[in-house]
């Protein structure tokens, strides 16, 4: 039964980052809405597949090394992705002022 949550829940946030994806303005935003949902609906689906398959021990620690994995990498790599994008010019689109009420 647990299983069956970690794989729902895994499918509900990666529908949530590809939702963010398609309605985001610009790339910043898009960027931040599929690698937190990435890292986060992959180590819950890979969670689900080491409890739930009939494999090995050692093929269901490949799972928890992946899941590991995936979340020391990705968020490096959306770095690099995002500085990549600054450096070469894109300004964001979506400005937020959340003090614009305090300056006249």
């Known amino acids: 039964m647990i299983e069956a949550l970690f794989l729902l829940f895994g499918l509900f946030i990666m529908f949530f980052g590809t939702l963010g994806l398609l ?21 819950s689906i890979l969670t689900a597949l080491a409890m739930a398959s009939d494999f090995p021990l050692v093929v269901k620690l490949k799972f928890f090394v992946m899941a590991l994995t995936i979340a020391m990498i990705n968020p490096m790599v959306s770095h690099a992705i995002a500085r990549a994008a600054y450096k070469s010019g894109i300004k964001p689109k979506a400005t937020v002022d959340m003090y614009a009420w305090d300056n006249p």
């Open 23 to 43: 309605r985001f303005p610009d790339v910043y935003t898009r960027l931040h809405a599929t690698a937190k949902c990435d890292t986060g609906g992959a180590i």
